[in-house]
């Protein structure tokens, strides 16, 4: 199975990058990263869309405030034709937090 890097940078979220899907066959996309919260006790995480459609999302509960934490990775698997894609990566909405601390990786898996 081949790796492609689709991104690997720090925050803030959103993060957006533009990638060629290597072909037309079911792939798996994977994506890892940190966030944090201001508030104890809440899920939080990292949004993730393809071509503006959310696909899935890469979870972390935080019981402390203002600790950056990583999420578990997500592998979503993905149906693409081959060609120009739009990967978005956000916040999870409901109090999570992203700043320059926080780094991001998201790689398509064929």
């Known amino acids: 199975m081949a790796i492609q890097v689709i991104l690997s940078q720090a925050g803030p979220l959103p993060i957006k990058a533009t990638f060629n899907a290597p072909g037309d066959s079911l792939m798996h996309i994977e994506v890892t990263g940190s966030v944090w919260t201001q508030t104890a006790n809440q899920m939080i995480g990292i949004t993730v869309s393809l071509d503006g459609t959310a696909i899935g999302k890469a979870l972390i509960f935080s019981n402390a405030s203002t600790t ?8 979503i698997p993905v149906k693409l034709t081959q060609g120009q894609h739009t990967l978005t990566l956000s916040a999870l909405p409901g109090g999570t937090v992203s700043d320059f601390n926080d780094f991001y990786t998201a790689v398509i898996h064929y």
Do not use: D, G, K, T
């Open 68 to 75: 950056h934490r990583a999420v578990v990775p997500v592998y």
